[in-house]
């Protein structure tokens, strides 16, 4: 690909290995500096105040650098500056945001009031990538949305947490497509001076580093930034020093960028150096949250940290560290988890594993279940993950099914519903994604509560005091702005596709403010199904040129450089585009980011999603959509399942899955179009006297009062605590007592359960039935010979497992009673009774299990179960 940078003689091509740096920072007058501490905390970017008081200082200078207002004060001019430091409604605005964002900073929170007691602790969120704003373009997609979401939330609910990320010097790639339609990439120089961080230093002015050893580098060092968002701070680690090799500044350099060994280098950075700044920063976390499993390798770090500093065995501190750590996977799919081959993460933690006492069998089986033949040469990075935390989490109800029966093997025969995995489903940070429009009306009919306490379903209810008339033109207001933003937008792309003026005019006239619009925009994976919507293209023409009911689609997304189905997609819509008919009906908006999306999901009639069912894991970008009144249309799949109430939305299809991929496709796409034909467009153009859709208003209402309350991230967080967070910081204070006591006792414990496990076995169960039949509420009593072996009975639960039987003898709706142990033999084994009531109706069965109990609390060990 030809570096486009040559041909601008703006940038710098000189190259000087002698030249010597220094940083200049940007003043103000004094009657201006609140801006100086305005712009450096990230607060700014969900305060529409905030963002109102930048577009007043230098509305053209505020598009040019891309909405970065510490960038900005660097290029407004100094006599602008000295004209408003004479603007006293320019200073009383200033000083106003100032206020607003001290009084933000000390004012009490959730967490203050709710959990005081542990205000002192700490919760570190390790995350590969963090969308903020996109003045720090350090992020793809969805996981980092939903990361940056979950600071924020955790700012406005004053949750102490600090979020570690990895700072990237050209970020993701830039999207642009060719005249054909093929996507190319492209990828932007990160300039960190200009953006809103700060580098940590020492004493002396210096850069504070971290250091961490690879095989080809033993020493490689990052330096640190720190983002200020909110009360929370972000610390992000950075290679591209000169203290490091030009091999090893490009660690950092590109977000998903390179081949396997460059990835591991990044997440050994990520994971064991994410440590070393807490060490050096003397912040000792309670709580370790592992967001996806690129970080999961700080699991070894940390056990390494507690064996060194607390005297603790491995085995001791592996107790602690499970029982203080999360872990929260996003991938619905084995293959889209982050694995590597045993002969490339070995040389990487060979001096680790060793330190630890380990062998190398003994550190690969950290990465691999018990089906061995499937991971023999894979190391898996959420299998460490779920391995190594106490607490696991999928992002949405059907995913936290999904993950259960995807990661079974790695707790073999413990029962689907047993394997400890559980669900948090994602939300988003209304205040960041909420239209400035919808804010105004939001203040004016529910009070302005509804930014602290965006999980109030009483609030959200007031949505039906906004009248008809003022919800329809506040939308129309947000789609007129799309329509302008895709139209100014496309002729960019156009011109730089080297197109002529005259053929790029008519943009002007691309999409109608008053037609149905359905917007599509997310990554572009093959499992997403990107041109689903075009599978019957005469269906779809006469839908989009009805000109009595006119649609138009708008699409954005990218897809992986390496994917070449998902550009073959894009190629396709592209094609489709540029037909002489549909140009005006269809429109691509290249490098989707934070920025299209805030126009897309605040403009749009419909959001359009058409995922595979199961493999979306939840998806945030339709919460977005529905907060601002935009109707979801889509497969029952990720957060939708729970959403969807029938009042508030559509649905594509059923939750039926084909084994024919075709078949499934055409099953679904058809539902679309009946969907579109027979309810959608009609519903939208149906018209009062007064022009406004009311039916269509009505939905737009349920949507937001339905979805609005639960689908935030101040629900999520609050879940995140009360499940995870506070249990774990309880955890950390009980194993940290008598010198980590409980640890040393458990894994003692553990040892002894472990050895004699072999020796255990169920000789026989038998019950009181009477024949074959037994009648409704009938009393049963049953019981088991259990031999134990060294181990005691009050190290494990006998339970009776008792439910409908198949034909095949598969036990289903099945629950699970602890016996009572009522003698033990002259054999050395143990009689196990419990009496029930029948309760089922239908052909039912039982068996009996056996499994270890820590002070009553089942220990769901690998391997250490034992059934009839």
């Not at 045993?342 to 630890?356: C, I, M």
Request: a neutral charge.
């Amino acid at each position: 690909m030809i570096d486009k940078d040559l041909f601008n003689e703006n940038q710098e091509t000189f190259v000087s290995t002698k030249a010597k740096g220094f940083v200049v920072i940007p003043t103000v007058p004094e009657q201006l500096k609140d801006l100086l501490e305005i712009t450096e905390n990230l607060w700014w970017c969900w305060n529409s105040d905030a963002i109102e008081l930048f577009r007043r200082l230098d509305r053209d200078v505020w598009e040019d650098v891309y909405h970065n207002p510490k960038a900005m004060l660097g290029v407004v001019s100094q006599s602008r500056f000295e004209e408003l430091s004479k603007d006293i409604s320019f200073i009383s605005h200033m000083k106003r945001v100032k206020e607003n964002l001290d009084k933000y900073l000390t004012m009490a929170t959730w967490f203050d009031s709710t959990f005081s007691e542990y205000k002192d602790k700490k919760i570190a969120y390790f995350s590969m990538e963090f969308a903020i704003h996109e003045s720090l373009p350090i992020y793809s997609g969805g996981l980092g949305v939903l990361s940056g979401d979950h600071l924020k939330s955790a700012s406005d609910m004053g949750l102490p947490l600090v979020g570690i990320g990895l700072l990237y010097r050209n970020g993701y790639f830039k999207q642009y497509l060719t005249n054909d339609g093929w996507q190319m990439e492209e990828y932007a120089i990160n300039h960190f001076y200009r953006m809103p961080m700060q580098l940590l230093t020492k004493e002396d002015g210096s850069a504070l580093l971290i250091m961490i050893s690879l095989p080809s580098s033993p020493k490689v060092y990052a330096r640190i930034w720190k983002v200020k968002v909110g009360r929370v701070s972000l610390y992000l680690l950075d290679t591209d020093c000169q203290e490091n090799s030009p091999e090893d500044r490009l660690i950092t350099g590109e977000l998903y960028g390179g081949d396997k060994e460059m990835r591991i280098k990044q997440e050994k950075l990520l994971g064991v150096g994410g440590m070393q700044v807490l060490k050096v920063l003397n912040i000792d976390p309670s709580v370790t949250h592992i967001n996806e499993g690129h970080s999961a390798f700080l699991l070894l770090e940390k056990i390494r940290i507690l064996m060194d500093d607390k005297k603790l065995s491995f085995k001791e501190a592996q107790k602690i560290v499970k029982a203080t750590c999360v872990f929260t996977t996003h991938t619905p799919v084995p293959a889209g988890n982050e694995v590597f081959a045993p002969n490339l993460v070995s040389p990487y933690f060979e001096p680790l594993y060793k330190h630890l006492g380990l062998s190398k069998e003994q550190f690969l089986s950290f990465g691999r279940d018990f089906k061995v033949e499937t991971y023999e040469k894979d190391f898996s990075m959420t299998i460490l993950a779920l391995k190594a935390c106490g607490k696991a989490n999928g992002v949405s109800r059907l995913h936290g099914t999904v993950s259960r029966q995807m990661w079974q093997n790695i707790w073999p025969e413990v029962p689907r519903k047993e394997i400890p995995i559980t669900h948090i489903t994602n939300g988003i940070h209304t205040n960041s994604w909420l239209s400035y429009e919808f804010a105004g009306l939001f203040d004016r009919y529910m009070g302005s509560d509804w930014k602290d306490e965006p999980a109030d379903q009483t609030l959200w209810q007031r949505v039906a005091n906004i009248p008809d008339a003022e919800l329809w033109r506040s939308h129309e207001r947000r789609k007129e702005r799309l329509v302008a933003f895709a139209r100014q937008r496309l002729k960019v792309q156009l011109d730089r596709r080297g197109l002529s003026k005259q053929a790029i005019k008519y943009a002007d006239e691309i999409l109608d403010p008053e037609a149905l619009t359905i917007g599509f925009a997310r990554r572009f994976a093959t499992y997403k199904r990107g041109n689903l919507i075009f599978r019957d293209l005469n269906r779809i023409r006469k839908i989009l040129l009805n000109k009595e009911m006119p649609v138009q689609i708008i699409i954005a997304g990218k897809a992986h450089p390496r994917d070449e189905k998902g550009k073959e997609i894009i190629k396709s819509i592209i094609k489709l585009a540029s037909d002489p008919e549909l140009r005006f009906k269809i429109v691509f908006l290249e490098d989707y980011d934070m920025n299209v999306a805030h126009y897309l999901v605040q403009g749009v009639d419909v959001w359009l999603n058409n995922p595979l069912r199961p493999e979306e894991a939840s998806g945030t970008s339709g919460m977005k959509a529905a907060v601002n009144g935009i109707l979801n249309f889509s497969v029952l799949d990720g957060w939708w399942c729970e959403g969807y109430n029938g009042d508030n939305g559509w649905i594509i299809g059923s939750t039926e899955t084909y084994p024919d991929l075709e078949y499934q496709n055409e099953v679904e796409s058809r539902s679309m179009y009946e969907m579109l034909e027979k309810e959608i467009v009609p519903l939208f153009y149906k018209r009062g006297q007064d022009n406004l859709p009311r039916g269509w208003i009505q939905k737009m209402k349920n949507c937001m009062q339905t979805i609005g309350p639960m689908f935030n991230t101040n629900r999520m967080i609050e879940e995140y605590t009360k499940n995870f967070y506070i249990p774990s910081m309880i955890d950390t204070i009980k194993m940290q007592e008598n010198n980590f006591e409980i640890a040393k006792k458990k894994t003692v414990w553990q040892d002894k359960i472990e050895s004699n496990w072999p020796k255990v076995s169920i000789a026989n169960m038998s019950d009181s039935i009477n024949g074959y039949n037994v009648k409704i509420r009938d009393k049963m009593k049953l019981s088991a010979k259990v031999f134990l072996g060294q181990i005691s009975n009050e190290d494990v639960f006998v339970q009776l497992c008792v439910g409908y039987l198949d034909s095949k003898h598969v036990m289903s709706d099945e629950e699970y009673l602890n016996m009572t142990m009522v003698s033990k033999e002259n054999d050395g084994s143990y009689i196990y009774e419990v009496e029930i009531d029948t309760n089922k109706v239908g052909h039912c069965g039982y068996t009996v299990r056996v499994v270890p109990q820590y002070l009553g609390i089942i220990e769901h060990i690998p391997g250490l179960i034992k059934w009839f």
